[in-house]
């Protein structure tokens, strides 16, 4: 990445955090990034190709996994360290492009929000989206994906933002927490803490039912690192395949090794897992093999461009890269 690239990077994603750099000073080219690893479900199938082996199998040898907050640190992680893959939102990928990053998503790895449910307390009056008009609703942060998916839930019953308050609580933890207190009336649980909670809460409007396929995160490289490292980036595809395959087959087993990669308890592990593998919208998986999906994709463009995330005219198509799949995966759908 040139000198002007980088600059114009550092402004989509944020100058003083591009400067300061701490774990990406470490990386080595045969680090991955994921957002929200051990903690997010999306990157759950990588610590199933990490225990089983996958990775070495497939001929990638993956040194470490690199956690990070957000999809403009996971792309600091990687194009300041050279990692030549990484998992990150759609939103933080168009951002960095059309500042002038050298990236390209090349997979399409989970293809819906089925992570998502909406909660309030048992004994709360509103039964439905619609008994949401005038009550407050939480949301992480500003232009994060709960803030568009708050906005398209209350669509689905003919609301908008006008008709709810949204409330910024800064991460699901205090989401949660916020509607213990009663200082919102509704608010996102995803999994894994969905599984954790579900006993405590009910459920009034769940993703899977309500929404459509929606691109949650993508598999991302730089062009310029694929020249030397495309057979570690194909590598890494086909063992994270080989992970959604074993998650599919043995959703308890993979629940197991999601529990201690993810610290937690096993049975909330393996119902997550359970629900996310079992769970369609549309027909569509939450986890997916890379094969990219247009429509899913346009969609999440849509959805970001609603709370100010994505800005412009996006061309999705140009922005990518389907050579690293499998050739049966190749074509886009």
């Known amino acids: 990445m040139g000198k002007n690239a980088l600059i114009r990077l550092a402004g989509a994603v944020g100058v003083s955090a591009l400067l300061a750099l701490p774990m990406a000073a470490t990386a080595r080219a045969d680090d991955i990034v994921v957002s929200n690893y051990g903690v997010a479900a999306n990157g759950m199938p990588f610590a199933i190709a990490k225990d089983k082996g996958y990775f070495k199998k497939e001929g990638a040898d993956v040194t470490r996994i690199l956690s990070s907050a957000g999809g403009g640190t996971t792309l600091r992680n990687m194009l300041a360290g050279s990692a030549p893959y990484a998992e990150v939102s759609p939103n933080a990928v168009i951002a960095a492009i059309q500042h002038g990053a050298d990236i390209k998503i090349i997979s399409d790895n989970v293809l819906t929000v089925a992570e998502f449910t909406w909660a309030v307390k048992p004994d709360s009056p509103i039964k439905s989206v ?3 008009r005038g009550k407050k609703i939480a949301y992480t942060n500003p232009r994060s994906t709960s803030q568009a998916l708050a906005t398209l839930v ?11 308050t949204l409330v910024k609580t800064g991460g699901f933890g205090n989401g949660i927490a ?14 894994p803490l969905w599984s954790k909670y579900r006993t405590k809460y009910r459920s009034i409007a769940k993703a899977t039912k309500i929404l459509k ?13 694929a020249k030397s ?3 570690f980036i194909r ?3 086909r063992a994270r395949i080989d992970a959604v395959k074993f998650m599919e087959a043995h959703p308890d087993e993979a629940g197991d090794i999601v529990a201690k990669e993810y610290n937690l308890d096993p049975k909330v592990a393996r119902e997550a897992v359970n629900n996310l ?3 369609r919208t549309d027909g569509l998986p939450y986890w997916a093999y890379g094969q990219i999906h247009l429509a899913g994709l346009q ?3 849509k959805v970001q461009k609603m709370v100010g995330a994505i800005s412009g005219n996006v061309d999705a198509k140009s922005m990518i890269d389907t050579e690293f799949l499998p050739k049966n995966l190749q074509a886009i759908k």
Do not use: M
Request: with cysteine.
């Open 130 to 132: 619609k008994d949401l």
């Open 178 to 191: 916020a509607l213990d207190s009663g200082l919102v009336d509704c608010a996102p649980i995803p999994e």
């Open 229 to 231: 490292k495309g057979k």
């Open 277 to 279: 593998v079992k769970s």
């Open 235 to 237: 590598a890494v595809i």
């Open 299 to 301: 969609r999440a463009i």
């Open 213 to 225: 396929p929606i691109t949650n995160v993508v598999g991302v490289a730089s062009p310029s690192q």
């Open 154 to 164: 209350l669509q689905t019953a003919g609301l908008d933002t006008k008709d709810a």
